[in-house]
């Protein structure tokens, strides 16, 4: 399989990764079945109405969630939906430990991963005992975000960490869609981050290609598309495709509506090498990883 080059030059390999493990604070989680990571949005504003909760109803919504198959538990307490309001380092963190704190006492075993561009939240949530730190911004956001993720390694709080290719910010990304040539320069753009992060002697490095941050939705499909060539890294890939805009704005329909919008995209990036799916809807998901694994693809 491969992906043209941008300058019209010899067609580059396009790889599936095969990094299939993660060490989440000492404990191994084995990607070689995909995951599912469920979606929980602190914040009064999410695109999808159905994945807002409160500090109160956190944990039923995390145990729902476990209950159907989630590995991972991602809490977010800054919406970054297009044109999302900007809140301050401090009310995203009171939105966020309280969670932690919740679902850890009530699931101490519960995998949390903390959605967050921010060092100082990320660093607070790992040391709450968030054991994940996903970060849309692919650390351009805040500059002390790569030393945070190596400091708590160093500290023997060692966290994988999700590098998220953005451009902008929530509040200016629609605007800067404009590529050369879309997935080499998501991939140029990626792997600057990368080679810090590995430099900072930070292992456990997942994948995003940032689905529906700074591109249309004709660039998501062709991202989609082109999954595999991301595997050159040798990272596990996060994709992140449920209810967004790519899938409602295409069928014309809400994102209340886009399940099995969603099931069918998330089948298509299981095809191609996703081994981590961040959704809304744990039980669907699940039921679409079992049934992707059970087809052999050539």
Same mark, same amino acid.
């Given at each position: 399989?491969?992906?043209?080059?941008?300058?019209?030059?010899?067609?580059?390999?396009?790889?599936?990764?095969?990094?299939?493990?993660?060490?989440?604070?000492?404990?191994?989680?084995?990607?070689?079945?995909?995951?599912?990571?469920?979606?929980?949005?602190?914040?009064?504003?999410?695109?999808?109405?159905?994945?807002?909760?409160?500090?109160?109803?956190?944990?039923?919504?995390?145990?729902?969630?476990?209950?159907?198959?989630?590995?991972?538990?991602?809490?977010?307490?800054?919406?970054?939906?297009?044109?999302?309001?900007?809140?301050?380092?401090?009310?995203?963190?009171?939105?966020?430990?309280?969670?932690?704190?919740?679902?850890?006492?009530?699931?101490?075993?519960?995998?949390?991963?903390?959605?967050?561009?921010?060092?100082?939240?990320?660093?607070?949530?790992?040391?709450?005992?968030?054991?994940?730190?996903?970060?849309?911004?692919?650390?351009?956001?805040?500059?002390?975000? #790569?030393?945070?993720?190596?400091? =708590?390694?160093?500290? &023997? @709080?060692?966290?994988?960490?999700? +590098?998220?290719? !953005?451009?902008?910010?929530?509040?200016?990304?629609?605007?800067?869609?404009?590529?050369?040539?879309?997935?080499?320069?998501?991939?140029?753009?990626?792997?600057?981050?990368?080679?810090?992060?590995?430099?900072?002697?930070?292992?456990?490095?997942?994948?995003?290609?940032?689905?529906?941050?700074?591109?249309?939705?004709?660039?998501? #499909?062709?991202?989609?598309?082109? =999954?595999?060539?991301? &595997? @050159?890294?040798?990272?596990?890939? +996060?994709?992140? !495709?449920?209810?967004?805009?790519?899938?409602?704005?295409?069928?014309?329909?809400?994102?209340?509506?886009?399940?099995?919008?969603?099931?069918?995209?998330?089948?298509?990036?299981?095809?191609?090498?996703?081994?981590?799916?961040?959704?809304?809807?744990?039980?669907?998901?699940?039921?679409?990883?079992?049934?992707?694994?059970?087809?052999?693809?050539?």
């Amino acid at each position: 399989m491969t992906i043209n080059d941008r300058t019209g030059g010899p067609a580059q390999p396009m790889f599936k990764s095969t990094k299939k493990t993660l060490n989440c604070r000492g404990r191994l989680v084995n990607l070689t079945t995909p995951a599912v990571m469920g979606i929980l949005n602190l914040t009064p504003d999410s695109f999808y109405a159905g994945s807002r909760t409160s500090v109160d109803s956190v944990v039923a919504t995390a145990e729902q969630m476990l209950t159907d198959g989630a590995t991972f538990l991602d809490i977010g307490g800054y919406s970054t939906r297009p044109g999302a309001a900007d809140i301050s380092p401090t009310e995203e963190a009171d939105r966020v430990l309280p969670a932690i704190d919740a679902i850890l006492s009530s699931f101490p075993g519960a995998l949390i991963s903390v959605d967050t561009f921010r060092a100082s939240v990320a660093r607070q949530a790992v040391e709450a005992g968030a054991c994940l730190i996903n970060d849309v911004s692919g650390g351009t956001m805040d500059a002390a975000m #790569f030393s945070t993720v190596a400091g =708590l390694r160093r500290a &023997g @709080l060692s966290v994988p960490y999700v +590098l998220m290719h !953005l451009r902008g910010t929530p509040q200016t990304m629609q605007v800067m869609t404009a590529y050369t040539n879309l997935v080499p320069d998501v991939i140029d753009e990626l792997a600057v981050q990368l080679a810090q992060l590995r430099e900072l002697g930070v292992a456990d490095i997942i994948l995003d290609p940032g689905f529906g941050f700074a591109k249309t939705v004709e660039q998501n #499909f062709l991202l989609l598309n082109k =999954l595999p060539a991301f &595997g @050159l890294f040798d990272a596990p890939i +996060l994709v992140g !495709l449920s209810r967004k805009s790519t899938i409602w704005k295409t069928l014309k329909i809400t994102a209340n509506e886009a399940l099995n919008g969603t099931t069918v995209l998330n089948t298509l990036a299981l095809t191609k090498g996703a081994s981590i799916l961040r959704v809304h809807d744990v039980r669907e998901a699940v039921e679409c990883i079992k049934l992707t694994q059970s087809v052999t693809f050539f």
